[in-house]
């Protein structure tokens, strides 16, 4: 065979484009390196790409998510961007159901209360006994019809535009660390036997962060302010018997944590996020261990 036949027959086998089977071509995709044709060619940063490739990617060799469309504060956009305000509301409801049908013994074993004796022969209980968990499930606790209302219309109002702005990792690690921040704030302020349950924490902690998002937007902060006031106002007011430590506890760790939410740069942005988050977890485990150790 001389070298004309040869490479004509090389040409008759030359690939052809994964899309086009009729249409040979010698260029292929820089990414998957399937064959593809001038009318599959995608302009990369480096060659042609292939339109699954740009489809599944940014186009530039990067993980599919990083040409995701992000919120204010870095997270994912989602379908449903109130999704786990739901999920939260039906948690809260949900254990107050629980609440009703199995009485006190329920509650009283899961709310925050520092050291105390439940009956006159029971045994000493509370966070300073070893029952850290308290610190967390009396953010699922509720006193009354009126108690659990309000909580729940709050945290609707408050909650669902600010998880649409954070995105949900952000916005439900805030909640958690925000309402952590309260009952230990409760924990080392409030007499020892005296019980505290309630979402009211975690709920001022969001009011604080949405105080903080305003202010980046240039939004008009008067009716925020307003809101808080009032609730500020009910705090203190005589007679409502309200643990006003889990409000201001919750409000200073939401401001905290909604300032590196939304003014973090973009080049550490996570970093930066959730630094704070551990920093104020870190201060509740400090506050925790100091009024542990001041009551045993």
């Given at each position: 065979m001389d070298e004309a036949e040869a490479a004509a027959q090389d040409a008759h086998?030359?690939?052809?484009?994964?899309?086009?089977?009729?249409?040979?071509?010698?260029?292929?995709?820089?990414?998957?390196?399937r064959?593809?044709?001038?009318?599959c060619m995608v302009s990369a940063s480096v060659?042609?790409?292939?339109?699954?490739?740009?489809?599944?990617?940014?186009g530039t060799g990067h993980a599919p998510t990083a040409s995701q469309p992000r919120t204010l504060a870095g997270g994912t956009l989602t379908a449903d961007p109130r999704l786990f305000t739901k999920v939260l509301i039906g948690v809260n409801l949900a254990v107050y159901l629980v609440q009703l049908s199995v009485g006190d013994s329920f509650t009283?074993?899961?709310?925050?209360?520092?050291?105390?004796?439940?009956?006159?022969?029971?045994p000493?209980?509370?966070v300073a006994e070893g029952q850290y968990y308290r610190l967390?499930?009396?953010?699922?606790?509720?006193?009354?019809?009126t108690h659990i209302l309000f909580n729940m219309l709050s945290l609707w109002w408050i909650g669902g535009p600010l998880e649409a702005a954070l995105g949900r990792a952000r916005y439900l690690t805030l909640y958690f660390v925000s309402g952590l921040a309260g009952s230990a704030l409760t924990y080392l302020l409030a007499e020892p036997n005296m019980p505290s349950l309630g979402a009211s924490g975690a709920i001022f902690g969001l009011f604080g962060a949405t105080g903080v998002l305003m202010r980046r937007l240039n939004y008009d902060l008067r009716p925020l302010v307003a809101l808080l006031v009032i609730n500020l106002?009910?705090?203190?007011?005589?007679?409502?018997?309200?643990?006003?430590?889990?409000?201001?506890?919750?409000?200073?760790a939401g401001v905290a944590v909604?300032?590196?939410?939304?003014?973090?740069?973009?080049?550490?942005?996570?970093?930066?996020?959730?630094?704070?988050?551990?920093?104020?977890?870190?201060?509740?485990?400090?506050?925790?261990?100091?009024?542990?150790?001041?009551?045993?």
């Open positions: 086998h030359a690939p052809v484009c994964y899309r086009h089977p009729d249409r040979e071509t010698g260029v292929r995709c820089t990414r998957c390196e064959p593809i044709c001038p009318e060659g042609f790409q292939c339109p699954d490739c740009v489809r599944g990617g940014s009283n074993r899961y709310e925050l209360i520092g050291r105390a004796q439940y009956s006159l022969f029971g000493i209980e509370g967390l499930t009396a953010m699922f606790l509720h006193g009354g019809y106002i009910i705090t203190f007011t005589p007679g409502f018997n309200i643990a006003w430590q889990a409000h201001i506890g919750g409000l200073v909604g300032y590196a939410m939304v003014h973090a740069p973009r080049e550490r942005r996570t970093l930066v996020q959730y630094g704070a988050c551990a920093a104020v977890f870190a201060a509740v485990v400090v506050l925790t261990l100091v009024r542990t150790a001041q009551l045993t």
